[in-house]
T-cell receptor, first 114, second 114 residues
Framework: GAVVSQHPSRVICKSGTSVKIECRSLDFQATTMFWYRQFPKQSLMLMATSNEGSKATYEQGVEKDKFLINHASLTLSTLTVTSAHPEDSSFYIC??????????FGAGTRLSVL | AQSVTQLDSHVSVSEGTPVLLRCNYSSSYSPSLFWYVQHPNKGLQLLLKYTSAATLVKGINGFEAEFKKSETSFHLTKPSAHMSDAAEYFCVVTTPAAGNKLTFGGGTRVLVKP
């Protein structure tokens, strides 16, 4: 089946620094990818839709200047958490739609901001 | 608009006994429905999907789900639980009108007792 690779799996950073998370579709092209945030013991919340070659679409309440999304190619989307603070600590997951409406998920990135 | 309600936040079963995870959905259009499983600190793995074909859907690892339009339900079952089934399960809905955006249920945490 289709594979989505997400990197890094875990990152620890100091408050005020920026962190970049990559999401790659390994064996298929994805003009759209999705970024989710998951708090402990909670469900996934859609943050934004990443669109290849155009601006991302953010869900209500998500700060676009805080969470920068770039979808520069048909196989790569990046999420940059800018000036990270402890409240940004969370589990971030990306997904990409394959054929037949199935979404394939990355393994997630655990961000810890000290 | 679309929404998903997972009726049980936690389910505890003994190994070898049946598992039932309940899911009700709301959708203005013909939905596609999915069940995903998430093991701790991991991404999501697709168990099965319903996309307007057969109403009884068989998935991986012995799981199956039945789409009941009259009850707006898509409950997940497995005849005999295994220890490795302990995980978080998400019922998910999308429609063409939603542009591949997924709406997640709150999740059901399954505990399997030996």
């Amino acid at each position: 089946g289709a594979v989505v690779s997400q990197h890094p799996s875990r990152v620890i950073c100091k408050s005020g620094t920026s962190v970049k998370i990559e999401c790659r579709s390994l064996d298929f092209q994805a003009t759209t990818m999705f970024w989710y945030r998951q708090f402990p013991k909670q469900s996934l919340m859609l943050m934004a839709t990443s669109n290849e070659g155009s601006k991302a679409t953010y869900e209500q309440g998500v700060e676009k200047d805080k969470f920068l999304i770039n979808h520069a190619s048909l196989t790569l989307s990046t999420l940059t958490v800018t000036s990270a603070h402890p409240e940004d600590s969370s589990f971030y997951i990306c997904s990409a739609p394959g054929t037949t409406s199935i979404q394939y998920f990355g393994a997630g990135t655990r961000l810890s901001v000290l | 608009a679309q929404s998903v309600t997972q009726l049980d936040s936690h389910v505890s079963v003994s190994e070898g006994t049946p598992v039932l995870l309940r899911c009700n959905y709301s959708s203005s259009y013909s939905p596609s429905l999915f069940w995903y499983v998430q093991h701790p600190n991991k991404g999501l793995q697709l168990l099965l999907k319903y996309t307007s074909a057969a109403t009884l859907v068989k998935g991986i690892n012995g799981f199956e789900a039945e789409f009941k339009k009259s009850e707006t339900s898509f409950h997940l079952t497995k005849p005999s639980a295994h220890m490795s089934d302990a995980a978080e399960y998400f019922c998910v809905v999308t429609t063409p009108a939603a542009g591949n955006k997924l709406t997640f249920g709150g999740g059901t945490r399954v505990l399997v007792k030996p």
